[in-house]
């Protein structure tokens, strides 16, 4: 039955209940107290009509309680009139589109989005905040229902981000962090200071007397930010020296040429940390350049070039605390679509990370991802 119909029903039923009620008396009184006893039932249910169209069940969205009214809801707005299924348009952007692990990351979110019939506008500013500003507002004049959002930097984002809130554009997080969270509905992403802080445990246990290390991170990226930290906590007080800290900004070939100098100063340092795997790729070129022989490079990631260097056994890799970009994406994908279609989505959602070494990369492949 149509809404017309089903109102109609309802207002003919109830009209004959405000008659019955009447008194004769009244209806003596005249066409004129009938025409207003007609008219006020008439208000009356369509007041009440009204009501139960604007009363809806169910707990708040994040969006709803946090703020700003919209004249129709999210969950209205995912069926087109008749009731056919809303077709969504969303963006994305990461901060490296040629890093493996956000091809991942990409190929998997345009996979699931696809299959549901939806479209994927994808951006890859190459690690140029300013691009990837310009890259968002383009995407947000397209008239996106969401955005995927992984920043080159934390701080640097926040204009796009003020872009995306004054269109009314939710933002869903992953795997680093933006400088305030409160601009996304939710993020899920790797728990880094773990992933750091097992490939310190590792190095202790392995160098148990100390030495020299170099540290590779990307202080914009907060994920590597949250590595670092973790694996700094992790080494504390076990008689290591950071001889050289540098950004290598995520990116093997510059990771490889800083490596380069620092290794021809430092040939006797016993460790490197990558701040991710391309980190450490790069570092091991490096190395292998310069005929290192004897030191340990850690990196983040899990990546299967990475596994490959650790099954080899022959690698100077000698870690890698891993994560699951496949994770990552499915998990951003459930939070977009759980959002947009009105469901509650949780500020948080934290994908495992664990150490991988040669002693058990073979339980996880060297083909793909974990």
Same mark, same amino acid.
């Given at each position: 039955m149509?809404?017309y119909?089903?109102?109609?029903?309802?207002?003919?039923?109830?009209?004959?209940?405000?008659?019955?009620?009447?008194?004769?008396?009244?209806?003596?009184?005249?066409?004129?107290?009938?025409?207003?006893?007609?008219?006020?039932?008439?208000?009356?249910?369509?007041?009440?009509?009204?009501?139960?169209?604007?009363?809806?069940?169910?707990?708040?969205?994040?969006?709803? +309680?946090?703020?700003?009214?919209k *004249?129709?809801?999210?969950?209205?707005?995912?069926? +087109?009139?008749?009731?056919? @299924?809303?077709?969504?348009?969303?963006?994305? /952007?990461?901060?490296?589109?040629?890093?493996? !692990? !956000?091809?991942?990351?990409?190929?998997?979110?345009?996979?699931?989005?696809?299959?549901?019939?939806?479209?994927?506008?994808?951006?890859?500013?190459?690690?140029?905040? /300013?691009?990837q500003?310009?890259?968002?507002e $383009?995407?947000?004049?397209?008239?996106?229902?969401?955005? !995927?959002?992984?920043? =080159?930097?934390?701080?640097?984002?926040?204009?796009?981000?003020?872009?995306?809130?004054?269109?009314?554009?939710?933002?869903?997080? !992953?795997?680093? *962090?933006?400088?305030?969270?409160?601009?996304?509905?939710?993020?899920?992403?790797?728990?880094?200071?773990?992933?750091?802080?097992?490939?310190?445990?590792?190095? =202790?246990?392995?160098?148990?007397?100390?030495? @020299?290390?170099?540290?590779?991170?990307?202080?914009?990226?907060? +994920?590597?930010?949250?590595?670092?930290?973790?694996?700094m906590?992790?080494?504390?007080?076990?008689?290591?020296?950071?001889?050289?800290?540098?950004?290598?900004?995520?990116?093997?070939?510059?990771?490889?040429?800083?490596?380069?100098?620092?290794?021809?100063?430092?040939? $006797?340092?016993?460790?490197?940390?990558?701040?991710?795997?391309?980190t450490?790729?790069?570092?091991?070129?490096?190395?292998?350049?310069?005929?290192?022989? $004897?030191?340990m490079?850690?990196?983040?990631d899990?990546?299967?070039?990475?596994?490959?260097?650790?099954?080899?056994? *022959?690698?100077?890799? *000698?870690? +890698?605390?891993?994560?699951?970009?496949?994770?990552?994406?499915?998990?951003?994908?459930?939070?977009?679509y759980?959002?947009?279609?009105?469901?509650?989505?949780?500020?948080?959602?934290?994908?495992?990370?664990?150490?991988?070494?040669?002693?058990?990369?073979?339980?996880?492949?060297?083909?793909?991802?974990?």
């Amino acid at each position: 039955m149509s809404s017309y119909n089903y109102y109609k029903k309802q207002l003919l039923s109830r009209l004959s209940i405000v008659i019955i009620i009447t008194t004769p008396k009244e209806v003596k009184r005249g066409g004129l107290m009938r025409r207003k006893l007609l008219a006020s039932a008439l208000a009356l249910v369509m007041a009440g009509s009204l009501i139960a169209c604007g009363s809806g069940g169910g707990g708040e969205t994040k969006a709803a +309680s946090e703020g700003e009214s919209k *004249e129709t809801t999210v969950a209205e707005k995912s069926e +087109s009139a008749g009731g056919e @299924k809303k077709h969504y348009k969303f963006g994305y /952007t990461c901060m490296d589109g040629t890093n493996p !692990f !956000f091809v991942t990351i990409q190929d998997k979110i345009k996979e699931l989005v696809e299959a549901n019939g939806d479209e994927l506008i994808v951006t890859d500013p190459g690690n140029d905040v /300013t691009k990837q500003i310009s890259q968002v507002e $383009d995407m947000l004049s397209q008239k996106l229902d969401g955005l !995927f959002m992984n920043p =080159v930097d934390a701080q640097g984002i926040i204009p796009a981000l003020d872009l995306a809130k004054e269109a009314g554009v939710p933002m869903v997080g !992953f795997d680093t *962090e933006v400088g305030d969270m409160s601009y996304l509905v939710s993020y899920t992403g790797s728990d880094n200071y773990n992933a750091g802080k097992v490939v310190g445990e590792d190095l =202790v246990k392995k160098a148990p007397n100390g030495g @020299k290390i170099i540290v590779l991170d990307s202080p914009t990226m907060q +994920s590597v930010v949250d590595r670092t930290n973790g694996f700094m906590d992790a080494i504390k007080d076990h008689g290591f020296e950071v001889v050289a800290q540098q950004d290598a900004k995520g990116n093997l070939q510059i990771a490889m040429g800083i490596a380069e100098d620092l290794l021809q100063s430092n040939p $006797d340092v016993v460790a490197i940390f990558g701040g991710n795997d391309p980190t450490a790729l790069g570092a091991l070129a490096a190395a292998n350049a310069a005929g290192i022989k $004897d030191c340990m490079i850690y990196g983040v990631d899990g990546s299967p070039d990475i596994k490959s260097e650790l099954a080899s056994g *022959e690698s100077l890799i *000698e870690g +890698s605390g891993a994560q699951s970009p496949v994770s990552i994406a499915e998990q951003a994908v459930k939070i977009m679509y759980d959002y947009v279609e009105g469901k509650q989505v949780d500020e948080r959602y934290p994908v495992e990370t664990f150490l991988i070494t040669s002693d058990n990369v073979a339980q996880y492949g060297t083909d793909g991802w974990q």
